[in-house]
């Protein structure tokens, strides 16, 4: 990996700021785990593009500058495995939404958990935000179980909250506010 503004997460993971010449591998990652991952993400498309992934990098290196969201590649030594965002900042507020992914074959390490809790860290300490949410699947376990190992408190089930498409899917809410995760420290 040549030298790039990154996160060291654990000794072979860090988290790295998002640049247009990361379209193609992360198309290929989404396109390599397609079955993984579109049961639970709906913006996982089947006829998805590089251009596609090309205009998602934009928007997000766009949020990024007007402070609406900050996105995270996530890299197993030099290998983009997922990704990590905050979205839906709100500075008013002091509040955002917490996104993640990870390719089927880095599942069940405690990656994306380590990385959940970084970027808590860089929420409450850099962005100055005051609490987090976490939206999950109900079917999704995984993705549940990353929410309350990172110290998120399960707040309700919000049903029919997502239509995927076909159906109305239930998703748990999970929160976190930084005198929590400050006290956990």
């Known amino acids: ?4 503004p990154a996160i060291q997460v654990m000794p072979k993971v860090a988290l790295l700021p998002p640049e247009l010449n990361m379209a193609e591998p992360l198309y290929q990652l989404i396109k390599d785990n397609f079955l993984h991952l579109s049961p639970f993400l709906d913006f996982i498309k089947e006829d998805m593009t590089i251009e596609d992934e090309q205009a998602y990098l934009k928007m997000m290196i766009q949020h990024h500058a007007e402070d609406r969201a900050r996105l995270f590649m996530i890299y197993y030594e030099q290998i983009l495995i997922g990704t990590i965002d905050l979205h839906k900042i709100d500075q008013t507020n002091r509040k955002a939404e917490v996104g993640y992914w990870i390719a089927k074959g880095y599942t069940g390490k405690q ?7 970084h970027l808590c860290h860089y929420a409450f300490e850099i962005l100055s935000l005051n609490k987090l949410t976490i939206l999950a699947d109900v079917d999704n376990i995984a993705s549940n179980k990353v929410a309350e190992k990172a110290g998120f408190t ?3 089930t919000d049903y029919e909250d997502m239509f995927n498409g076909e159906q109305y899917r239930d998703m748990n809410r999970y ?3 930084k005198k ?6």
């Open 180 to 185: 929590d995760f400050l006290k956990a420290l």
């Open 154 to 156: 399960f707040i309700a």
């Open 111 to 117: 990656i994306v958990t380590k990385c959940v809790e």
């Open 1 to 4: 990996m040549n030298y790039r």
């Open 175 to 177: 929160a976190l506010l």
